[in-house]
T-cell receptor, first 111, second 112 residues
Framework: GENVEQHPSTLSVQEGDSAVIKCTYS??????FPWYKQELGKRPQLIID?????GEKKDQRIAVTLNKTAKHFSLHITETQPEDSAVYFC??????????FGTGTRLLVSP | SQTIHQWPATLVQPVGSPLSLECTVE??????LYWYRQAAGRGLQLLFY??????ISSEVPQNLSASRPQDRQFILSSKKLLLSDSGFYLC???????????FGNGTRLTVT
């Protein structure tokens, strides 16, 4: 089955810096890759997703890139703000199979 | 629009007591339904998922069970809680594998 690895487990940046979180997946047939943000004590919420027919997708300060050959995808946050502090989860799925999540990255943005 | 309701928000139960957590989805038909557990500071562990009424797949052997008595209702149960059952329980729904998961607000369970 699918296996998703996520790095780093913790990431500390200064406000205004960029943050990059990387994930690799094992199933070359996976075709859907969402990212979730979970604030402390809250539910995970979808922030951006990408499908395998697209290499990059942007939404304001957030972007996701996908390299199907290398089987990895990354989340890029530019101009980070303290409210970006949260745990971020990547995930992957194939067709109608269930999503497999990474282990999460705790992002800390210091003012 | 679709909404997901999960209750209760918090629950404190003694070891050995039963458990019933309920989740309902509105605004969609035949959703895929999921139960996840998240231990403190940890990742999302899939416990059960269901693609239809009465169809339950278990991901992790444990003393929990799930049922789907109606199309948009998903219930997580236990006959006797263990200390290790403490955690943040999240219900979620989707329309299929290549579509987003939408999570409920979660139930924080503390077993004492």
């Amino acid at each position: 089955g699918e296996n998703v690895e996520q790095h780093p487990s913790t990431l500390s940046v200064q406000e205004g810096d960029s943050a990059v979180i990387k994930c690799t997946y094992s199933d070359s047939a996976s075709n859907y890759f969402p990212w979730y943000k979970q604030e402390l004590g809250k539910r995970p919420q979808l922030i951006i997703d990408i499908r395998s027919n697209v290499g990059e997708k942007k939404d304001q300060r957030i972007a996701v890139t996908l390299n199907k050959t290398a089987k990895h995808f990354s989340l890029h946050i530019t101009e980070t703000q303290p409210e970006d502090s949260a745990v971020y989860f990547c995930a992957a799925s194939r067709g109608f199979q269930k999503l497999v999540f990474g282990t999460g990255t705790r992002l800390l943005v210091s003012p | 629009s679709q909404t997901i309701h999960q209750w209760p928000a918090t629950l404190v139960q003694p070891v050995g007591s039963p458990l019933s957590l309920e989740c309902t989805v509105e605004g969609t038909s035949n959703p895929n339904l999921y139960w996840y557990r998240q231990a403190a500071g940890r990742g999302l562990q899939l416990l059960f998922y269901s693609v239809g009424i009465g169809q339950i797949s278990s991901e992790v052997p444990q003393n929990l069970s799930a049922s789907r008595p109606q199309d948009r209702q998903f219930i997580l149960s236990s006959k006797k809680l263990l200390l290790s059952d403490s955690g943040f329980y999240l219900c979620a729904w989707s329309t299929g594998g290549d579509s987003p998961l939408h999570f409920g607000n979660g139930t924080r369970l503390t077993v004492t």
